[in-house]
């Protein structure tokens, strides 16, 4: 058999009380035992962030961001160290690593630091002593030796840069849904696990709101080429891979996705003159707001309208830049709906298929859904829709697609 | 005015919870303030080591000591940062900085390591940037860049030897009493604070159970001549100073104390051959136990008895390990009391004045306390007595000695 190389990594929930740090090494020690190298990645303690952050509050609300880095990098720093004592425990070798132990350096930007690069010289020197190796997920060092964490979600980031340093096999994220399904089954009873997926597939879903793996960590995947697979860790069973080529399965649709997070804010009767969309989105982009959908419409009275969503959290904030620059832009009102929801379907397959969004427009019309806005892009479409319509339009653009029996 | 630079050492119960972290910040910001550069070593808040601790156990009861250090040592940096945290507040600038930050290197003594050096660049160039540094204490990594602790009151350790590598003028310690007293105020109504002891001095009381400072620590300041000062966190005034040389006060003693954890054990009817002493203690010694008195009498039948005394808690190991040779050392019995107490005078100013040992026993004699061993060195004079007398006893030496109205 070759020995493989395999790149673990385990959330907060999945290590929150002793009999879970139990699973989880005997997950590992399964793993090494048939004869792989193992590095596991391992985040903070179930709540153990959020009592950190409390802490911190309580002392001093607008602590720097250096100094929160110090105290939250803690957290994995404890649950390493117990997931490695459950593991001696079983009679195994390992050894735990904090970031900087682990060769982990990333920019200065405390709180929501970059990795440069890993110097993964000390965990080859364990794997190679034929330790498990347990690396603290979540943080490194910069350049002045100063502790740096990566911002929530940085876990899954830490695994696949080291992955990706140590050229391994597979790096397995763990979490407590058993893969990425073809949309949330908490809201679509025909939803179906899926064996694969591509990168791409799984970035458009993320952004969507499957919110199984951290977008920066697929990425990083993505751009090194590192297989992944998302798990459970509480069965076992396997989950679903995510790499560059899949194979096709007939489906034209990988999956389904809705979000509620949205907000459509509308600029009314602007003058029809060039450069009036670039200073709209200029004045968004200086206050770091995220545009998605836009639309633009031609009135019969020599106006148009400009309609774009936002993120419901920056929907306020927008407002606020466009009402102030009203008058210069020479519109009449800006208006902001958040009664709306996004409906999207993602899947490499659409690329070479026109009838694709014909069937998701026919799914709706057929269920008297009525489309207020429409986006697309090479491997999915979005719709957006009234909020109240939002559950009924997931489900039945998922079953058009998705076969219910798998 | 000139600059100085002092160290300061805050324990556990200082900076307990946010209150407390509040006031620690207030004490060190005032000495900032003054115009001091202020280097500040601080423990784990409270109960956080014997609460990971026990995390531990529920895993793992025999973790490794490198895991347990590595546990253990998130504890200072949870406190360390929340007390940055608080200075920040108070809006002067400060940083805080881990063991390996901080530049302590250890051996490889997981749980007990000694400190090698403290390669102060780091803390160095932060005091130029005139920071105040916050130095986690009772932990560092060694030479393979693993995280090593000091052991328990490891805190004073580490605040007295970056006080030495920095040379600097003072290492404050703080505790929860303000200072060090002739005796236990709890035992002793008549007990007063000094302003000075030698080190000599503490280290004797130390080893008598004083406990107000770690003996390691006075070891290393005496060995590098740092001045302590032994303070409280919660009162603002002078506490004592520790240093080589103090003003002798016309007191020949400097302090009297108690200690309950003896056995005395005593070997009976040896035979009177050369020998015997060195195979009974090199013994104890293969056993690590540690002997304090020893007393030997020659009886009138040619035999002699040996006795001696070694901590309460090794008492059961010590006679187990003396009745296995028993026979090969041809003795009759092994016996282990535990029911005494010792109680001893220190003071440098007895090494001079021969009266002491007459005037404390004198003392003892009055009050009708019977003394059943006498151990002497040049700053110490310690006699075994019954347990129940035990304070009576130190209360009528401490007040033959130590003038009440001071």
């Given at each position: 058999?070759?020995?493989?190389l ?5 959330g907060?929930?999945?290590v ?18 048939a004869?792989n ?8 303690q179930g ?5 950190l ?32 004592m459950?593991?001696?425990?079983m ?20 709180g929501?630091?970059?990795?440069r690069?890993?110097e ?10 034929k ?42 994220i ?20 899926l064996?694969?997926i ?10 969507l ?27 076992d ?5 995510v ?41 968004l ?21 400009i ?20 008058e ?13 929801s996004k409906?999207s379907v993602?899947?490499s ?16 019309s ?30 039945v ?6 076969p219910?029996?798998?």
């Amino acid at each position: 058999m070759l020995m493989k190389l395999i790149v673990k990594k385990f959330g907060g929930s999945s290590v929150a009380n002793a009999e879970r740090v139990a699973n989880v090494a005997r997950i590992i020690t399964d793993s090494y035992k048939a004869g792989n190298n193992v590095v596991v990645v391992v985040s903070a303690q179930g709540d153990t962030t959020d009592d950190l952050i409390a802490k911190a509050k309580e002392i001093n609300p607008h602590a720097s961001k250096r100094e929160m880095d110090v105290l939250l990098s803690s957290g994995e720093q404890i649950s390493m160290s117990l997931l490695a004592m459950a593991i001696e425990k079983m009679g195994y070798p390992v050894v735990s690593l904090t970031g900087w132990q682990a060769g982990f350096v990333t920019d200065s930007a405390h709180g929501i630091a970059r990795i440069r690069r890993v110097e993964t010289e000390r965990i080859a020197a364990e794997l190679a002593r034929k330790n498990i190796v347990i690396v603290a997920g979540f943080q490194g060092i910069n350049r002045y030796d100063d502790i740096t964490t990566l911002g929530r979600g940085g876990s899954d980031t830490s695994a696949v840069a080291i992955a990706a340093s140590l050229k391994a096999d597979l790096c397995q994220i763990y979490t407590d849904v058993d893969g990425v399904y073809t949309a949330d089954p908490r809201l679509v009873k025909n939803a179906v696990k899926l064996d694969e997926i591509t990168f791409d597939e799984m970035l458009e879903l993320a952004s969507l709101g499957a919110q199984v793996l951290n977008n920066r960590s697929v990425e990083m995947a993505k751009k090194y080429n590192v297989e992944m697979e998302v798990l459970s860790s509480m069965e076992d069973k396997p989950g679903t891979i995510v790499k560059e080529v899949v194979k096709m399965e007939k489906m034209l649709v990988r999956g389904a996705a809705r979000d509620n997070n949205v907000a459509r804010i509308s600029l009314v009767a602007l003058p029809d003159r060039p450069g009036i969309a670039f200073r709209i989105f200029s004045l968004l982009a200086s206050k770091k707001i995220n545009v998605d959908i836009i639309l633009q419409s031609i009135g019969r009275d020599g106006t148009k309208d400009i309609s774009f969503t936002v993120a419901e959290d920056n929907g306020e904030e927008a407002v606020a830049v466009l009402r102030e620059h009203l008058e210069s832009l020479g519109g009449k009102d800006v208006l902001c709906d958040t009664n709306i929801s996004k409906i999207s379907v993602v899947g490499s397959g659409m690329q070479s298929n026109p009838g694709v969004a014909a069937k998701m427009f026919e799914a709706l019309s057929d269920a008297n859904i009525n489309i207020q806005m429409i986006s697309t892009s090479e491997i999915k479409i979005s719709v957006l829709i009234d909020k109240a319509d939002s559950e009924r339009a997931l489900n039945v653009v998922h079953d058009a697609f998705i076969p219910t029996a798998k």
